[in-house]
């Protein structure tokens, strides 16, 4: 069955993965984007907004849904990833990352729950990160806020059943971020359990498992080569 799918932070990297492999699937696709441009064939709907804007989630699910007909699947994807440890945290670093990674997918949630026809359902599926099992330093308010996002999946399983399906998932690294010495992509993928990086493909398939399963609620998939079941310290290596 089409499904109407509303991705944010659809316009590059992950996001846009999810996009185009939902779209071949033959769903139908809205994107939310920020600042980014999405491809000129990318055959979706393009919705934009800062979702640290309170009122942002709600609008662009009732755009999406007004120019989709309605909503079944929301994929809660666009996120913060900036460093901190506790000697360098601050409070608007602390905010802006629970502004974007957690305040904004549960007012999403909400709208999109909302949004529901009285007999319709629907699945909200959350991007976090493997992170959330095995936390290091670095990263402090983005783990916070990926662990409360995570923590929030069981609560509102529970909560919005039997019409509203939520999950979550955890992949490892899949993309370079910024800063990243060439070649550290394949290195760290190499330390991992499966000694392999996660593939975009691979999240898409989480996604569409996911989707074509409707007895699955509550439950975070990690597709993380195992990463989360290592020290980190074994991983991140002295390099
Ligand atoms: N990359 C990885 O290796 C990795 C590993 C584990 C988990 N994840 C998770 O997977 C997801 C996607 O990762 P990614 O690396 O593809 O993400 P990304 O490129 O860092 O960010 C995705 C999008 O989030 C949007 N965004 C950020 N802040 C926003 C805000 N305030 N309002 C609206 N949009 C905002 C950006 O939109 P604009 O570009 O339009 O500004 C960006 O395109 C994230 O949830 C991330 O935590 C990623």
Known sequence: MAERILITGGAQR???ALA???????????I????????????????QG???????????????????????????????FEPDRIDTLDAASFDAHMATNLRAPLLAIQAFAASLEPDGTGLAVNIVDQKIRHP?????????????????V????????????????????IYESAGMKPGRLETLGARLPL????????????????????????ETLFVDSGESLRARSVILGAS
């Open 32 to 47: 939310h984007t920020r600042r980014s441009e999405p491809p000129g064939d990318l055959e979706a709907v393009v919705l």
């Open 136 to 152: 290091g330093a670095g990263y402090l308010s983005y783990t916070l806020s990926k662990i409360a996002l995570e923590g929030a």
């Open 20 to 30: 185009r492999a939902m779209l071949a699937e033959g769903h139908r696709v809205a």
């Open 14 to 16: 992950l996001g846009l």
């Open 154 to 173: 069981r609560t509102l399983a529970a909560e919005l059943a039997p019409r509203v399906r939520i999950a979550a998932i955890a992949p490892s690294i």
């Open 195 to 218: 000694r392999r990086a996660t593939r975009p493909e691979e999240v898409a398939a989480a996604l569409a498992y996911l989707i074509e399963t409707p007895s699955v609620t509550g």
């Open 50 to 80: 800062d979702l640290d804007d309170p009122s942002v989630p709600a609008r662009i699910v009732g755009e999406a849904c007004a120019r989709l007909g309605g909503l079944s699947v929301l994929v809660n994807n666009a996120a913060r």
